[in-house]
């Protein structure tokens, strides 16, 4: 019985920026579990048994992962990015901590990956060069007043932010609202960056004023980054550069 469970991040798209620690994972894996659009990114070859399943059932993917490990499977779980960002990492580690007891010792390895919010930022320039929060916007899993708390608190506390699950088809009113807040504390002349699809052959990325942003320039695959009231936009002909200096006053 030498089962494993690796959680391994893929990145933002492209296969430069899988980390040779994951590639090596996949190389040795029995076994690949994961959302569809995720699992597809791996090259199939025979005997590599491909787990693909549809999006929120992330206890059942991982109770899956655990359950062939135990019995001795090699079993990659796909995040994009990073899967402890928003991904499945911790999805795995609470079917675990609530499931049998025989999962206690398995061998469990968290490969990290290039999260959304690092790959465009790094696109536009270096906007969170500084202090920076995360939030997800997506109210799946918790309450739509948390995310609003959370949002104004960053925002007055002078938070660069990285905004993932911005807006979908089932949630097509809440980012509207969220840009409502951040104009409210942060003013018209903030920079905003719209990066969709970074580092895949969609990649898009627009850089407005907070007054300019629309919500329409933000879908499942956009990642969002609001400035600090530090952020500099630069603009020049090669494209424009978004950076935060390293230091506030
Ligand atoms: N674990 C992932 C995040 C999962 S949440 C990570 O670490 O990147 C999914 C959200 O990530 C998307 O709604 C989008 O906001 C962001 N995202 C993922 N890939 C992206 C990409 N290539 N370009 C821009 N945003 C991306």
Redesign the pocket.
């Given at each position: 019985m030498s089962g494993w469970v690796a959680v391994a991040?893929l990145?933002?798209?492209s296969a430069g920026l899988v980390t040779p620690d994951v590639a090596a994972a996949l190389e040795e894996a029995t076994d690949i579990v994961g959302y569809g659009p995720y699992v597809v990114r791996v090259a199939p070859r025979e005997n590599l048994r491909l787990h693909a399943s549809d999006n929120r059932v992330e206890l059942e993917r991982a109770a899956l992962a655990l359950s062939l490990a135990a019995e001795g499977r090699k079993v990659v779980v796909v995040?994009?990015?990073?899967?402890?960002?928003?991904?499945?990492a911790a999805a795995l580690f609470e079917a675990w901590e609530n499931g049998p007891s025989s999962w206690r010792e398995l061998d469990i390895r968290v490969l990290p990956?290039?999260?959304?919010?690092l790959?465009?930022s790094a696109r536009a320039g270096a906007p969170l060069g500084h202090d920076f929060c995360a939030i997800?916007l997506?109210d799946n899993l918790k309450p739509w007043s948390l995310i609003e708390r959370r949002l104004r608190l960053a925002a007055e506390a002078d938070f660069a932010m990285a905004?993932?699950?911005?807006r979908?088809k089932a949630r097509p009113h809440g980012f509207a609202r969220v840009l409502e807040i951040l104009r409210e504390v942060c003013g018209p002349e903030r920079p905003i960056l719209f990066?969709?699809?970074?580092?895949?052959p969609e990649?898009d990325l627009k850089i407005v004023r907070l007054a300019d942003a629309r919500p329409e320039m933000?879908?499942?695959?956009?990642?969002?980054i609001l400035g600090s009231s530090q952020t500099r936009l630069i603009m020049r002909d090669r494209g424009p550069i978004l950076y935060t200096p390293r230091w506030s006053e």
């Open positions: 991040g990145g933002p798209g995040s994009s990015g990073d899967p402890g960002v928003f991904a499945m990956g290039i999260t959304a919010m790959a465009a997800n997506s905004f993932y699950n911005p979908s990066a969709r699809a970074v580092f895949t990649e933000a879908d499942m695959r956009t990642m969002v």
